[in-house]
């Protein structure tokens, strides 16, 4: 897989990741003790939705795009309201011409007591990245290996944190790298919510990917996917997914009631579907 992405802020793959850190993230606020979000992966931060890059997929006018111009009604809205806000901060007037990565989206999530630490080791990206923050102070921006990061900033001094790890899939062996970096962050910080994420493209490799997860006897995980299309054709990108680890007792069910609007308008063909399960692998349909 390869998943550079400039080329692909705001897609369909963007919502579902971003919409569920926002509903995680704003679990945590629940509580007044201060907690702390690291994405191990960050990116830029922000990202031009006018420039070549995007404009030569127009992927985010099949994501962010669709969800914008059909809006989810009542209960569904609600649980979406956050993201879409984070999404719009950046975009005053309404026409959408920018759309935030997720260090961004988690920055203007968060409280004046929370944190954020965001890692971004590509050379260029780090330095828009720390630009993006330079002067919050709430902010601390690393240039490390992400897996490097993942275990050298466990466990987090407030022991409350949201960690996200999402890697480009630039380069092979990223899914292998993800669960033996999930198992040590685990050694170090048990009690953490991890977020991992995955783009699907055909099916085998992601099962084996699950499988190796549920190989580590997790107690509390949940598995959510989207498919806009049969994961018929290796070549594209069909779906995307995230494991949760100790995901809020709320997730499940606000999640499930978003999915099938979501799904509805992000579909780029038939047989579109969604899977929500507190299991690993999960049982798709």
Same mark, same amino acid.
């Given at each position: 897989?390869?998943?550079r992405?400039v080329?692909?802020? /705001?897609?369909?793959?963007d919502?579902?990741?971003?919409?569920v850190?926002?509903?995680?993230?704003?679990?945590?606020?629940?509580?007044?003790?201060p907690?702390?979000v690291?994405?191990t992966?960050?990116?830029v931060?922000l990202y031009?939705?006018?420039? @070549?890059?995007?404009? $030569?997929?127009?992927?985010?006018q099949g /994501?962010?795009g %669709?969800l914008l111009?059909d809006? &989810?009604?009542?209960?569904?809205?609600?649980?979406?309201?956050p993201y879409?806000?984070?999404?719009?901060?950046?975009?005053? /007037?309404?026409t959408l011409?920018?759309?935030?990565?997720?260090? &961004?989206?988690?920055?203007?999530?968060?409280?004046?007591q929370d944190?954020l @630490?965001a890692?971004?080791?590509h050379?260029?990206?780090?330095?828009s990245l720390?630009?993006l923050f330079?002067?919050d102070?709430?902010?601390?921006? &690393?240039?490390?290996?992400?897996?490097?990061?993942?275990?050298?900033l466990?466990?987090? $001094?407030?022991r409350?944190?949201v960690?996200l790890v999402?890697p480009?899939?630039e380069?092979?062996?990223?899914?292998? %790298?993800m669960?033996?970096?999930l198992?040590?962050?685990?050694r170090?910080?048990?009690?953490g919510?991890?977020?991992l994420?995955?783009p699907v493209?055909?099916?085998?490799?992601?099962d084996?990917?699950l499988?190796s @997860?549920?190989?580590l006897?997790?107690? $509390?995980?949940?598995?959510?996917? *989207?498919f806009?299309r049969?994961?018929a054709?290796?070549? %594209?990108?069909?779906?995307t997914?995230?494991?949760?680890i100790?995901?809020?007792f709320? &997730?499940?069910?606000?999640?499930k009631?978003v999915?099938?609007?979501i799904t509805r308008? *992000?579909?780029?063909e038939d047989g579109?579907?969604?899977?929500?399960?507190d299991?690993?692998?999960?049982?798709?349909?």
């Amino acid at each position: 897989m390869n998943y550079r992405h400039v080329y692909h802020a /705001g897609n369909f793959a963007d919502v579902l990741k971003h919409l569920v850190l926002t509903l995680v993230i704003e679990h945590m606020k629940l509580k007044p003790a201060p907690f702390r979000v690291i994405d191990t992966h960050a990116g830029v931060g922000l990202y031009d939705l006018t420039s @070549v890059e995007a404009a $030569k997929t127009g992927e985010w006018q099949g /994501g962010i795009g %669709r969800l914008l111009a059909d809006p &989810l009604p009542d209960d569904a809205g609600a649980i979406v309201a956050p993201y879409l806000h984070a999404v719009g901060a950046g975009n005053p /007037g309404g026409t959408l011409t920018s759309y935030p990565g997720s260090p &961004l989206i988690a920055r203007r999530l968060l409280r004046g007591q929370d944190v954020l @630490v965001a890692n971004e080791l590509h050379p260029e990206d780090h330095a828009s990245l720390a630009r993006l923050f330079a002067r919050d102070s709430q902010t601390k921006i &690393l240039n490390l290996d992400g897996w490097t990061a993942l275990k050298s900033l466990l466990p987090p $001094k407030e022991r409350r944190a949201v960690v996200l790890v999402d890697p480009p899939f630039e380069e092979a062996g990223e899914l292998e %790298r993800m669960t033996a970096g999930l198992d040590a962050a685990l050694r170090r910080f048990a009690t953490g919510t991890f977020l991992l994420w995955y783009p699907v493209k055909s099916l085998r490799p992601i099962d084996r990917f699950l499988a190796s @997860v549920s190989s580590l006897r997790l107690e $509390k995980v949940l598995v959510v996917e *989207l498919f806009i299309r049969p994961p018929a054709d290796p070549d %594209r990108l069909n779906g995307t997914g995230l494991v949760i680890i100790n995901p809020p007792f709320t &997730l499940a069910d606000r999640l499930k009631t978003v999915m099938p609007e979501i799904t509805r308008r *992000l579909a780029a063909e038939d047989g579109a579907f969604f899977v929500i399960e507190d299991r690993c692998p999960p049982v798709r349909s």
